[in-house]
């Protein structure tokens, strides 16, 4: 293999057979990198660019296979062709084929477009780990486990189990822990007999006294000694118990286990790889970081404290030592998270671990859902007894139920300022297509990546849905979006530049219409903002309050998810404007219901005024809100007192009058006369409220043509309106709901604009 420059790679695969491969455009990276900074990182040498488009070239007879979606052949020339990666990330294998030979296989590296997604998908990994961990203990956490180890995994899942597993055992957290466990291990005292010198036994006890009566290989004592007159001989050596320190102890029994496994385990993978492949040239990069991990837990184990260590029976996992002493806190947390973690049955994640293929995406999807679980579990206080329904039980083992496609609803209670609400976070919830006032999409099926849920908790989620009390704001995962000039930019993108960026994955501004399509199309959506690994946040409000609105939130995996405090505070701020009774978006709701909640609408096409005043030019309120006093007048006398003063008066303690909003409020007055059951005298009715006035002020203030026979009255202020404005209808009051025949007809009620336009004469 040799690599002539950042313009053109050769790739040298023997018998003269060389593939050619050119970036069609310049690029903003280096197309190849050194062999020391690819080896560094357990890349293939020759590394493509992803969204970037190649050309390739064989020689005549050779050509490459057809991958959908990235290799394409010519079709004049099979032994030409593209390579788009578009958004693939990862080793990629390239089989070149020929009519007569043996098919070549040849790796190349497809990078990411962003900077640290290297460091980035190890610590996704490790976040996610220790999250998996976390909650299989939470389902099940024993307090003796004992070791049995199953090497016959199933190849499928084998590269997943290695990823996980050297993301926590490859780290400078797990080796700095072994480092600490050797340069200071836990010992105990040991006993030890031995034989010794009589003359060396400081104490002597009942079992010396013993020896000294009984034991063999004596020597006579001098008759001058102070023993012989009782002793004639006594042994001269006899056997002691000695304390010793030593390091065979059942922590240290332990981190030997651990190490052994995970040797073992490396170990494992490259025996995999070595039965399918034979050509040392051929083997993924895998094999190699597996064999650098075998070596190093070699050395490890080669240390001297390992040497008189034995082979462990049983883990007491209550140990003090494991739990709290440095370094093996750490081993015993490791070994956990492999032991459990490392055995999930994930079939979400199986197509994010081919292997080779680095699909950083979906992993920060997986890393946000964990992110963002932990957060409204903070935020909300819910209890951890919800978020261990995330593990069920499987029929081969344990089985995560975090599963893409399907939905997994944590649910609490919260009471806040007064206002006790339920809260329910979603991953991945299909909102199906419904009619109102169901849940769900009135369009399409939409499936956001997350799904934060709030109503009050004294309706179900049902009842909520059906009378326009919850709210739904979402979030989606985008890794791949680095800035948000397409979100905030002014200027707007020609068309033919968004098409070829849409071809080579680069064209996200589609990422801010999917948030548009969210909230737009799910009933109840009041938000929808992207989660993404950047720095600078973006809002806009619909209208005057947090919600609704669109954005998006910077959360990277670099700076451990600092981002996730915006989106805290987010919530925070949605919550406490969620419990204010009197927001604008209450209001919005509540009518929404209101007027929703009846399928049948009114056709009304008749002439009507645009304004409210033609002053403030403030438009008229739909007529089903606009109501018409339609009264009654008895004499002439009467009407011309009416045209005159531009007043109107009801008796206060009128029985049949109903003094409710609709009669008090009302806008327009139309008033008959005895006999008189169609009409045009339409008024309209000025001033915040009618005024009470006695019967002597009405007579002598307001000189009213008779002598009133009621102590007080209602009195309407009127205006005269122009004619054309109602287009000089005429309207039948026989026709109107308030309408009683006979003497009661004099009764005044209130009735719609709507009502009223039904009854026109026509």
């Known amino acids: 293999m040799q690599a002539n420059s950042v313009d053109e790679v050769k790739i040298e695969l023997g018998d003269g057979v060389v593939l050619i491969v050119n970036p069609e455009a310049a690029v903003e990276y280096d197309t190849l990198l050194s062999d020391e900074r690819a080896a560094e990182n357990a890349e293939e040498s020759v590394q493509l660019l992803e969204g970037c488009a190649y050309e390739y070239e064989l020689p005549e007879g050779y050509c490459l296979s057809a991958i959908s979606g990235i290799i394409h052949p010519s079709k004049r020339n099979k032994s030409r062709g593209r390579i788009t990666p578009n958004i693939y990330v990862g080793r990629l294998v390239l089989t070149i084929e020929h009519a007569e030979f043996e098919s070549i296989d040849v790796a190349v590296e497809v990078r990411s477009i962003k900077a640290e997604y290297r460091s980035e998908y190890r610590k996704m ?40 597993v050297q993301s926590i055992v490859d780290s400078d957290d797990f080796r700095h822990a072994v480092h600490r466990v050797i340069s200071s291990p836990v010992t105990a005292w040991s006993h ?54 030593t390091v065979d102890t059942p922590e240290n029994r332990f981190v030997k286990y651990v190490l052994k496994e995970f040797e073992r385990f490396c170990g494992s993978i490259c025996l ?198 919850i709210v739904h704001i979402h979030f989606d995962a985008k890794y791949k979006v680095e800035a948000l000039e397409y979100l905030n930019s002014e200027s707007s993108m020609d068309l033919s530049e968004e098409k070829e960026m849409q071809k080579k994955g680069k064209y996200k501004r589609a990422d801010l219409l999917k948030m548009h399509a969210y909230k737009d199309a799910i009933r109840r959506t009041v938000g929808a903002y992207v989660l993404y690994p950047g720095t600078e946040s ?55 219901y209101d007027i929703h909640k009846d399928a049948k609408s009114d056709d009304v096409h008749e002439m009507m005024p645009e304004y409210a005043s033609s002053v403030s030019k403030a438009r008229v309120a739909p007529p089903n809100e606009v109501t018409v006093l339609v009264g009654y007048y008895k004499d002439e006398e009467q009407y011309q007192w009416i045209e005159k003063q531009q007043l109107y008066n009801i008796r206060v303690g009128s029985k049949g009058f109903k003094y409710g909003s609709s009669e008090i409020a009302a806008t327009y007055l139309l008033l ?23 019967k002597t002020d009405l007579k002598n203030k307001k000189a009213y043509p008779t002598d009133p026979g009621s102590q007080h009255y209602l009195l309407y202020k009127l205006k005269s309106i122009d004619e054309n404005i109602f287009g000089g209808n005429k309207w039948d009051i026989r026709a109107l709901s308030g309408y009683v025949s006979g003497r009661a007809s004099a009764i005044p009620f209130a009735v719609t604009l709507t009502e009223l336009s039904k009854a026109i004469v026509l």
């Open 672 to 694: 008959h006369g005895k006999g008189e059951l169609e009409t045009t005298r339409l008024w309209k009715i000025v001033g915040d409220a009618p005024e009470i006035i006695s």
């Open 192 to 245: 030890r007999v031995e034989d010794i010198d009589i003359r060396r036994c400081r104490r002597i006890g009942s079992k010396q006294a013993r020896q000294i009566a009984t034991r063999s290989g004596r020597i006579n004592l001098p008759q001058n000694h102070a023993l012989s007159a009782r002793l004639n001989s006594i042994p001269s050596r006899l056997s002691t118990d000695i304390k010793i320190d």
């Open 538 to 592: 973006y809002e806009r409000k619909g209208f005057h309050e947090i919600i609704p609105g669109l954005g998006a939130f910077p959360v990277s995996p670099s700076n451990n998810g600092d981002g996730l405090d915006a989106v805290a505070d987010f919530i925070y701020e949605v919550v406490n404007h969620f419990t204010n009774r009197a927001s604008q978006r209450e209001q919005l709701s509540y009518h929404q």
């Open 125 to 164: 990994l490790e976040d996610i780990t220790a999250e998996c961990t976390e909650l299989l203990m939470l389902h099940s956490s024993p307090v003796t486990q004992k070791f049995t180890v199953d090497y016959q995994t199933d190849s499928a899942t084998l590269y997943q189990r290695f990823a996980f």
């Open 272 to 469: 995999h790889i070595e039965e399918r492949q034979a050509d040392p040239l051929k083997r993924p990069y895998i094999y190699h970081q597996a064999k650098i991990l075998e070596l190093r837990f070699s050395e490890y184990l080669n240390h001297n404290i390992f040497r008189e260590v034995q082979p462990p029976t049983s883990l007491p996992l209550n140990s003090p030592v494991l739990q709290r002493k440095e370094g093996y806190r750490e081993i015993l947390r490791v070994w956990l998270m492999y032991d459990l973690a490392a055995k999930l049955v994930w079939h979400a994640l199986d197509d994010s671990y081919h292997i080779g293929k680095r699909d950083v995406a979906t992993l920060y999807e997986y890393w946000l859902f964990f992110k963002l679980l932990r957060l409204i579990e903070g935020v909300f206080k819910i209890d951890a007894k919800e978020t261990k329904d995330l593990i069920k039980e499987t029929s081969d083992g344990l089985g995560l139920q975090l599963l893409a496609g399907k939905h997994a609803a944590i649910k609490g209670e919260y009471d806040y300022k007064g206002r006790e609400l339920s809260i329910q976070f979603n991953y991945n919830r299909t909102f199906g297509r419904s009619d109102y006032p169901e849940a769900g999409s009135w369009t399409q099926q939409m499936r956001p990546d997350y799904t934060l849920s709030l109503w009050p908790k004294a309706f179900s989620e049902q009842e909520a849905e059906q009378q326009e009390l």
